[in-house]
Each structure stands twice: as structure tokens, then as C-alpha cells.
């Protein structure tokens, strides 16, 4: 595939910046709420393009939910080890979608 | 101002008029169409000014007409047995809008607007959570009514007159809840470990089935309406159904509809024992604190599990819309509150195994 500069994350990052910059601003008060929407999108993608999913961790989660399912995690010590790895799974994806409400540790 | 389109076409509003008139036993009766009100992502709420002339309802209504969008979740009610519901409320005292006019399920009424609906008195308010619970001080009237009216919901028990379209949960509350969550998660409940867990943890922990009672199911801050710091009405009934009471009070009380200040735990307008004390005075019930912590871990599935048909609305092609689909990615937020809670009940006893 020839390699077109900027690509999506490039794009997507300076739409987003002109339009927090130069549209947002003049938006009337009642789209408002739809060009707020519309930042929120724009930098989830940003960031998700952004990201480097781990490919091997993602491999093992089908096989991890059916041993949850399985009872696999019911004894207590074992559920609180599979709560650290839920933490890890929800921060990295908060990071993606929402990465306000993530909280330092 | 720029005109609102009307949703009610030239046929539509004088056949409305003399469905109303006829179920009125009016002479005459004019609607007037005042244009959508901001509702949830289910349903359509229009603005409507009935104006009736002879018969028990004469003079002038300000209501809502409510009715269903394109597609719904697969836990809504139909509109008219929302309206249903409404009524048995209503009956029951609690500050539901008093509905007027239901269509009849399943009959011609349906072709009338082309789907069921039912009519409403307008209540007087704000519902929008961020303004609800804008305050100094806690509010701690409001969230004691707030248990009260619950408690007054929670005495329409199964058996009541135009209910029995609702299915009765099997074998208990918490093992029907966590199966119809698994359902509709769809694939997400195998390939998102979180889920997988939260919904094992639903099962393992599961309250034996006990007292089922109407409840409300979407009863939260952003549902009821606020006028000078009165709660005028309880709306969005579309999720009710039969379950244990204490469904509702975890549901109440979940992080997710706080709305800034999580701090006040009920609904983000004071303490949970403000809540709980307006509750049991009303319900004439205790309120069980081992299955409201259970609720709330269910409190957080069922909203992933609706945040996950949001998303599926947009992403299917049937709904494009950039609300639907933003509603999809909450699923890490919610399951961070879901985390959090299960992490505070860590090495408590709920219903005799350590959670």
C-alpha cells in the first residue's frame, strides 16, 4: 500500500483541533450540545489510533471469559488476582474513551 | 425561533382528535401539536394542548403525548403498557403523570399514528441530572421524598388489574436479571472479561427469591422531575416490571447518576440514609442492605447492557446517531463504578458467601 502522509491519526487529530479552535466557538447555543458530542467522538478516535493494542493479551481474552463463566475465578484469592487484571483491561480502555475519569493510582 | 417540524401529520391530528373525543365523551376536541420535548433515546415525547368541549375532561390539558422510536431495547415496554403501568401507579399515589388516554394494545388504535402510544398530563420541571442536583446543600427533603414515592410504587404487587402482561421473574429476581442481561449483551458478554465477571458474580451471590413487588427499573435523577426544588413527577416508566424491591434502591443509588456530586450517594442529592429513611417510613418495609449491594453490581450490568444496545442501534445501521454511539463507548466508565463496587464489598458476606 502506498503510504499517504498525514494518515488517519494525523487527520483526525487537526480536524479535531480546528474544529476546537475555530467552529466550536461560533457554534449557536442550541448545537451546542451535538458539536460537544462531536469533539468527544473525534478525540476517541484520536487517542484510539493512537493506541497500541497488545495482540497477545487480546488472544486470551475470549478463553479468559469462558473460565470466568466456568467458575474458574470463584475461589476469593483467585477472584482478587482476576480483579487486577480487570483494572489493567478498564484503565487502558478509559484511557481510549474517557481518560478524565481516570484516577492515579 | 426557527419552526419545529410537526410530527403529527394532516390525517393524523383530526383522526387523534376524534379517538380522543370518543374515548372522552366529548362533543369536540382539538389538539394542538407544540412540538417534541427533549425525551430519552427510546421514546418521543410531543408537547400537546388538548382542548375538549362536554364530558368529564372538558376544558383545556396541557400533556404529552409519548410514543416509541424506531427501535427500541429489548427491555421496553410497549407504549400502551407503559401507559398501563402509569395508571396503576398513578392508583397507587405515587407523583406519576396522570395518563389520560391509552391506546388500546394491539387493536386499530395502533394505525392511528402508526405505532401504540398514550397521553399524559404535562408535569412542570427540569429532569435534566446536571440541574437536579445542582445545590449548596444536600438535599435532603428531596431525597427522602424520593424513597417515599418509591415506597409507594412498591405496594402494587402482582395480581394488580391490568398488569398481567408482565412476565413474573424466574426462578428468582437475580438469576431472571442475570439472564436477560447475558441476552442482551449479545457477544460482548464472551468477549469482554469484566462483563463475563460482573454477570458470575451476579449468579454466585444471587438472593433467594424472596417478595416481588412493580418496580420502577429506571427510577434515578434524570427520571423525575424538579420544579423549586419539589419533585413533580416520576417519568420514563418504559423499563417497569416485577422484581425485588430492592432492584430499584441500588439502582437509585448506583455512581453512575450522581452527576457530579458523588459524594451524596443517593442520586447525587444527599446521603443514602436520607433515601432509605423516606423509603421504609412509606414502603412499610426494611430496607435490606446485603441486596441493595447486590442490585448495585446488577445496577451496573444492566446499564452496560443498555449502554451496549445503544451502541448496537447506531453501529447496526438501523439508527444512525453520534448519541447512540458515544453511548456505546461508556462501557469502560461503567464498568470502572461496576470495579469500584465490587472492590468495597471485597471480603464481605452477602447472602452467606464472601463476595
Redesign the interface.
Known sequence: MINDEPDARGLVSIALQTFRDSVLPTVPAERRFEALMIVNALGIAERELAAKPDAALEARIPQLCSDIDAGAYDAPERQADLRRVLWELTRARLAISNPRLLNPV | MTAEPRLLDETQLPRLEAWIAAKAGADRVSVVDEGPLSGGAISLNLAVTLEIEGGALAGRHEAVLRTGSATGVSASLGKAQEGMVLRAAFAAGALAPEPLFISDAGGADDALLGAPFYIMRRARGVAAGRKVVKADQPQRELAREMGRQLGLIHSIKPGTAGLDFLPMPEPSPGLQCERDYRTWMGRF??????L??G??WLT?HAPPAGEVVLCHRDYRTGNYMVDQGRLTAIIDWEFAGWSDPMEDLGWFCAASWRFGQAGREAGGLSDRADFYAGYEEAAGRRVDQEAVAYWETAAYLRWAAVAIQQGMRHTSGTEPS??L??TG?????I??DL?RH??SL??HTLFGR?A
Do not use: C
Request: net charge negative; glycine share 8%; no cysteine.
Open positions: 458478554a464472551g468477549t469482554d472479561p469484566v463475563a465477571y454477570l458470575r454466585l453520534i448519541e454511539a458515544l463507548r461508556m462501557l469502560p466508565e464498568e470502572q470495579l465490587l472492590d471485597a471480603g464472601t
